[in-house]
T-cell receptor, first 115, second 111 residues
């Protein structure tokens, strides 16, 4: 167990809807990253939050947005869902005491299906 | 685009055999990591090797790194059915903890 929890575990939405995914980081971790993993592929970096500010973004459109709260938990919001958004969404946290380029602790993910 | 590319894409072996997975990457790195993923769920960190290291061991895992060839290998010795999973190599890009993953190797270990 990594101590990173995500909710919900599974979610089914229809095209055009909006979705919010949640992540609680491991105790003491102030950095949260979100990844999208399509079936049979490796995870793709969406964005990272550090102390409530976005701190880097991958090649995802603006309809993917996020928040980080003072307790370092985080949300991923996706608007105007498309069929290709169907994927496993992973949250990862890391320790404030670490230097950059150290290991990440992943949650179990939210499986999103868009119909 | 993906930084790391694993080879083979899929590997099927019998319990007790060794499993070797390879990873190639494109840019210079500070370190390279290997992660494991069971049945499409969360990733678990296995091992990290730094750019100034050539080999590292952790239990039944052995990782090598060849920075001149921009490649790494993960060896799992005396495999078990419980080792059945997908294995990903990953490297960092940018000044923050943005991990770039390959497409992974799907390992099946048969009893």
């Amino acid at each position: 167990e990594t101590g990173v929890t995500q909710s919900p575990t599974h979610l089914i939405k229809t095209r055009g809807q909006q979705v919010t995914l949640r992540c609680s980081s491991q105790s003491g971790h102030n950095t949260v990253s979100w990844y999208q993993q399509a079936l049979g592929q490796g995870p793709q970096f969406i964005f990272q939050y550090y102390r409530e500010e976005e701190n880097g973004r991958g090649n995802f459109p603006p309809r993917f947005s996020g928040l980080q709260f003072p307790n370092y938990s985080s949300e991923l919001n996706v608007n105007a869902l498309e069929l290709d958004d169907s994927a496993l969404y992973l949250c990862a946290s890391s320790s404030p005491g670490q230097t950059t380029n150290e290991k990440l602790f992943f949650g179990s993910g939210t499986q999103l299906s868009v119909l | 685009s993906q930084q790391g590319e694993e080879d083979p894409q899929a590997l099927s072996i019998q319990e007790g055999e060794n499993a070797t997975m390879n990873c190639s990457y494109k840019t210079s790195i500070n370190n390279l990591q290997w992660y494991r993923q069971n049945s499409g769920r969360g990733l678990v960190h296995l091992i990290l090797i730094r750019s100034n290291e050539r080999e590292k061991h952790s239990g039944r895992l052995r990782v090598t790194l060849d920075t001149s060839k921009k490649s790494s290998s993960l060896l799992i010795t005396a495999s078990r059915a419980a080792d059945t999973a997908s294995y990903f190599c990953a490297t960092f890009s940018g000044g923050y903890n943005k991990l770039i993953f390959g497409a992974g190797t799907r390992l099946a270990v048969h009893p």
